[in-house]
Every structure is written in C-alpha cells, then in structure tokens.
C-alpha cells in the first residue's frame, strides 16, 4: 500500500520550487452577472489547474514556464473560454460564459425493472489517496461501467474508507469511452454531494432529482473534488482494477492498476 501511495504522489505533477510564478486572478459570471461556481480553470494537459469558489473567484500561481499558454476555463453547462496567460497577467480577469445547450444524444428507453452495476476488481488492504491538499481541487478519480443498452441513471453509490476532512464536496461527471484516455464528457448537469468529517466506513449514496438518459457503450462515472473544508484526507477502499486518474483541473488523464469501487443503479 505504501508503494501505492508513493506511485500516487509521484505521479502528481510538481513544479519546481525556484521557479518564479505570476499571479493570475478573477472572476467568472454568466451572461446574466451571476458568478458561476465550481468552473475548472487551468492549462490543457499540463499538470496546473484550479476551480472557483462559491463566489465565482479564482486565484492562480503560474509558474514563468507556462506564461506562454492558454489558460481554458471550463463548465459542462457553458461554452469553453480560452485565453493567452501572459496578456492576461497583468490585471484581474473578469470573464463571462456563454450558455451551452444541455443535450444527449437521443435513446430509446422502454421503462423496466432497475439494477444495480459495479466495476469489476478484487479488494486488497489499504485505501486509494484522491487528495490531501487544496491544490488539487480538480482531481478526478472513479470507474467504468458497461452499459448493453440505454438507460436513467438514477442513483450512484459510492462506498469510502474514511473522511479527515471537516468536509469534501464532490462533483460526479459523465464520460462516454470512445477512447479510453480522452473521455467524451456528456452533457448532463453535474450532480453534487459533500462528504463530512467521519472516521468510519460509509457507503455514501448519491441521487438525481432529474435521471439522465445515458447512452449504451462504456460509461465512466467520475468523482471530482470541487472544495475542500480543513486540513485531511479523503480515502476509499482500494482495488485490482484499471482506472484512471486526473491529478489537478483540465490535465490529461493517467491509466493506473489499481482504483475504487462503486455502484449504479440503472432503470433500463
């Protein structure tokens, strides 16, 4: 387990301690000039990221090598938003999103009797680390699902180890895999939990007040830390099972051997 934990963090991109870093800040609003919560700000596949908080704001530290990049901002229900880093770093950012429409594809479903789907993999001791620091807000962790035909995804159960944090809130994605380390995110309005503080196991329970209709093929049911309350560690159970893994905010995936578990309830 300790050679996991160390794979995991090694795995985490680290910029250098020397190197000198700018400091980009803003705010992120609708069309309408309400602050928008919770967007992925960072640059593309390059291990630097975060999130804004529940006022729409964002601070970043940019390290001089990545001055010359384009910093993407991001949310499942808007329009992406890029721009250059260093044309930006001299003032603070007031960006504005446009709306993006909400649809899936279409699919036919015949209503029938639900059923509850795991990921495959056996239990081994330990637990899986997602995140001990709020410099990974962003951080992606979860499974892949077959579905053989389509359905109302309707509850997500997620079992966890244990929660040193005052609280998580944490934020499901949908991904349908095409290709399995460039997930194609599907439309659906993000579902939201917060994980309190608990020293015990605890199979935490997830429900869409609106069921998505999801496609057959490959699903990937993705847990992401939007913010964290206090100092801890977030762990889950821990798995022989392939997953993969985002590090921080809009970085590439990353294929690992070992992941969690967790179950869907599908009415197809």
Request: a positive charge.
């Amino acid at each position: 387990m300790r050679s996991l934990l160390l794979f995991l963090l090694l795995s985490l991109p680290l910029a250098s301690a020397q190197e000198h870093k700018t400091e980009i800040s803003g705010t992120v609003k609708d069309s309408k000039g309400i602050p928008v919560a919770f967007v992925n700000i960072g640059v593309m596949g390059k291990g630097f990221g975060g999130m804004t908080d529940d006022a729409g704001t964002f601070r970043l530290l940019v390290p001089d090598s990545l001055l010359d990049e384009q910093l993407t901002v991001s949310h499942i229900a808007y329009k992406k938003y890029a721009c250059g880093i260093r044309k930006v770093a001299s003032s603070p950012l007031n960006i504005v999103l446009e709306d993006s429409l909400l649809t899936l594809p279409e699919v036919n479903i015949s209503p029938m009797k639900g059923k509850w789907i795991s990921n495959k993999g056996m239990r081994v001791p330990g637990g899986v680390m997602t995140t001990d620091k709020a410099g990974s807000l962003g951080e992606e962790i979860g499974i892949s699902v077959k579905l053989g035909k389509d359905g109302l995804l309707e509850q997500i159960r997620l079992p966890i180890s244990q929660c040193t944090y005052d609280s998580v809130l944490v934020r499901v994605n949908l991904y349908l895999l095409s290709d399995e380390l460039n997930p194609e995110r599907l439309p659906v309005q993000p579902l939201y939990r917060t994980i309190r503080k608990t020293d015990k196991k605890e199979k935490i329970l997830l429900t869409y007040d609106t069921p998505p209709l999801i496609p057959a093929g490959n699903i990937r049911v993705d847990f992401e830390i939007v913010r964290v309350d206090g100092d801890g560690k977030l762990i889950f159970p821990l798995y022989s099972t392939s997953s993969l893994h985002r590090s921080v905010s809009l970085d590439d995936y990353k294929k690992t051997s070992f992941g969690i578990k967790a179950s869907v309830y599908v009415r197809q």
